[in-house]
């Protein structure tokens, strides 16, 4: 199984500021057949499920705010949430959808300074 | 609006079975591939197993964990997939969750529909 590590376990960002998340597979994500990097971000809060922000390693999920990015290739990865909002603070967890089981990160909480 | 919504879960003993379903509302629910992923109180999220379409002749896969135990089936007709636990462990205790799946491969997806959760304690 391609284990998923996170860094950092936590991180306290002031409103307004950047919040950075980082993200690492075992083994490379990044498709040859099609040049995709199989690795997906979801932001999860109490009481909810989660709830998919990133796809394809750098794809908005429709209806997810533009401050929020992904970026990286292979088996680094991060997601940025430009200008941290209240609504923002919550656990980000990557996934690896390159190969079965499928598997996900340990989690990044985020929270407000 | 699109919607999963599962139901069945509660307290259960060891080694007795349980049955969860997920209701899907809002879309064409046997277009897709159905997905149950798990999180443990504390944990961190684990794929359980998912299921085909019917038109890809609905084929299942389980996690090594509760392969043997676990069975997901789908009746199309009512929008509806089950997660079938059977000799249930301490260690099935968590939230369950039914997804479905979005982009990827077969039985390797991202999910972009969640269900909110039922729970399963699994406890003497």
């Known amino acids: 199984d391609i284990v998923m590590t996170q860094s950092p376990d936590s991180l306290t960002v002031s409103l307004g500021e950047r919040a950075t998340i980082n993200c690492k597979s075992s083994q490379s994500v990044l498709s040859s057949s099609n040049n995709k990097n199989f690795l997906a971000w979801y932001q999860k809060k109490p009481g909810q499920p989660p709830k998919l922000l990133i796809y394809w390693a750098s794809t908005r999920e429709s209806g997810v705010p533009d401050r929020f990015s992904g970026s990286g290739s292979g088996t680094d990865f991060t997601l940025t949430i430009s200008s941290l909002q209240a609504e923002d603070v919550a656990l980000y967890y990557c996934?690896?959808?390159?190969?079965?089981?499928?598997?996900f990160g340990p989690g990044t909480r985020v929270d407000i300074k | 609006e699109v919607q999963l919504v599962e139901s069945g879960g509660g307290l259960v003993q060891p080694g007795r079975s349980l049955r969860l379903s997920c209701t899907g509302s809002g879309f064409t629910f046997g277009d897709y591939a159905m997905t149950w992923v798990r999180q443990a109180p504390g944990k961190g999220l684990e794929w359980v197993g998912f299921i085909r379409s019917k038109t890809y002749g609905g084929t299942t896969a389980y996690a090594a964990s509760v392969q043997g135990r676990f069975t997901i089936s789908r009746d199309d007709s009512k929008s509806i997939a089950y997660l079938q636990m059977d000799s249930l462990k301490t260690e099935d205790t968590a939230e369950y969750y039914c997804t479905r799946d979005f982009v990827g491969g077969v039985n390797r997806a991202a999910y972009d529909v969640w269900g909110q959760g039922t729970l399963v304690t699994v406890s003497s």
């Open positions: 996934q690896q959808y390159y190969s079965a089981p499928v598997t």
